[in-house]
Nanobody
Framework: QVQLGESGGRQVQAGGSLRLSCAASNGTVSSYAMGWFRQAPGNEREFVAGVSRSGGTTDYADSAKGRFTISRDNTKNTVYLQMNSLKPEDTAVYYC?????????????????WGQGTQVTVSS
């Protein structure tokens, strides 16, 4: 089964930018719809962004619209989350996930595989 590994999380000042990467092994991201989720302490895991298997359709949580961009590079077997204009409320562990099928998903229960997560901390 595909294994996912996130990277790129770190501490950043409010207003800054980060690019998270999600690299796949033992499988190819081109076979899956992909998503990014996040979980802050004391909160439930929430959808951030998703992309269809073809890359032709993307969707974002309202909190991410206009600031975050999800993309995929199937040649590198990697999915990205570009995050700009970061806010302290973006602080969370960010997870990437893969869903069988071609359509993007918003519910975490619709995803089959998960990475271990990468910590993003935005300081004011």
């Amino acid at each position: 089964q595909v294994q996912l590994g996130e990277s790129g999380g770190r501490q950043v000042q409010a207003g800054g930018s980060l690019r998270l990467s999600c690299a796949a092994s033992n499988g190819t991201v081109s076979s899956y719809a992909m998503g990014w989720f996040r979980q802050a302490p004391g909160n439930e895991r929430e959808f951030v962004a998703g992309v269809s298997r073809s890359g032709g359709t993307t969707d974002y949580a309202d909190s991410a619209k206009g600031r975050f961009t999800i993309s995929r590079d199937n040649t590198k077997n990697t999915v990205y989350l570009q995050m700009n204009s970061l806010k302290p409320e973006d602080t969370a562990v960010y997870y990437c996930a893969a869903a069988s099928g071609r359509y993007l998903r918003r519910l975490d229960t619709q995803y089959n595989y998960w990475g271990q997560g990468t910590q993003v901390t935005v300081s004011s």
